[in-house]
């Protein structure tokens, strides 16, 4: 009798001391983590659950990897641990850590291009941009990516990034094409891209874009050379960036499909990647018979219908050059 007490005895107090360690570890799972700031931390793909826990206890974001693990296990949250890059509030528990690399939402990163930029300088951008893999495809046209701020997570494919922006570019340049006014000196949507391209690169200012349109236009529809700056930086760099001099003459009369000081009409394509509003200007011009504009010294422009009046504009600009 007495053997038999000591025997219930003994397995009452494993089952107090089984009792007390697991409310103790359940405690600690759910209880506040010892991350004093949030922090984001990056999950590698093909990591298996010990693997994760060891990285999550490395980084500061759990103390017990051991516990996390029994924790994930008992919980059924283990088996729905997935990779990218997960941000956690500070003190996050265990169970939330968890529970937020199971179910919730990856770290949102953004790529933005600029209007204007070339393929060269939108592929540079995307081949920099922290968090995607793989090499972005070499072969896309001159102004086939369009400008936009992109989101994206860690771990996605620079081809695919590549892609929504070709693909971006092609449904608005549709959409824009089907809604486009009527009597342009354009024909095409490819000729469409040229010119908002061209007009991107002339003015900053939003409201000067459709009066550009309109210039380039009526010397389109006069046979008249476009004689565009732009257009000759383009022939000059070959789309690889910013040139770090002025044109000068000589620019101005290189042989060039692209230098329309020379040729005659559109150049060849696109010399950048135009933004949606530039696109617009191209195909809702301003009702303007203006054939000429120059700098106004004050960030816009000064239109002129004849060859007299802008002369006297050109005068008055470099007056107030230094």
Request: glycine residues 10%.
């Amino acid at each position: 009798m007495t053997a038999r007490r000591g025997l219930a005895f003994v397995l009452i107090v494993i089952v107090l001391v089984a009792a007390g360690v697991l409310a103790w570890g359940w405690h600690g799972y759910g209880g506040p983590g010892p991350l004093a700031e949030g922090r984001a931390v990056v999950i590698p793909k093909s990591q298996g659950t010990r693997a994760v826990a060891v990285l999550l206890e490395e980084k500061g974001v759990i103390s017990d990897a051991r516990m996390f693990l029994a924790g994930a296990w008992v919980s059924g949250v283990a088996r729905h641990l997935r990779a990218g890059e997960f941000a956690f509030p500070r003190h996050a528990s265990m169970a939330e850590v968890a529970h937020h690399l199971a179910y919730g939402t990856p770290v949102v990163r953004r790529l933005t291009i600029a209007e204007g930029l070339t393929t060269v300088q939108t592929l540079a951008l995307v081949a920099e941009a922290e968090g995607l893999e793989g090499a972005a495809p070499k072969s896309i046209p001159e102004g086939a990516l369009f400008p936009e701020t992109y989101n994206y997570s860690w771990g996605d494919a620079r081809a695919d990034m590549v892609a929504r922006m070709k693909k971006a570019m092609d449904e608005a340049l549709a959409k824009a094409w089907a809604a486009r006014a009527d009597n342009l000196a354009i024909t095409t949507p490819a000729e469409a891209l040229t010119l908002a391209s061209i007009v991107e690169k002339e003015t900053a200012v939003p409201a000067e874009r459709p009066i550009v349109s309109a210039v380039f236009q009526n010397r389109l529809r006069r046979g008249m050379k476009l004689q565009s700056d732009p257009t000759v930086l383009y022939a000059v760099t070959k789309g690889t960036g910013p040139l770090s001099r002025k044109l000068t003459r000589a620019d101005l009369e290189a042989e060039s499909p692209y230098n329309t000081y020379v040729a005659s009409g559109l150049p060849p394509g696109p010399i950048g990647a135009p933004g949606r509003a530039a696109i617009e200007a191209v195909l809702h011009p301003a009702r303007s018979d203006a054939l000429y504009f120059v700098a106004d010294g004050s960030g816009g422009h000064v239109f002129a219908k004849t060859l007299d009046e802008h002369n006297r504009n050109v005068a008055r600009w470099r007056a107030l050059q230094p």
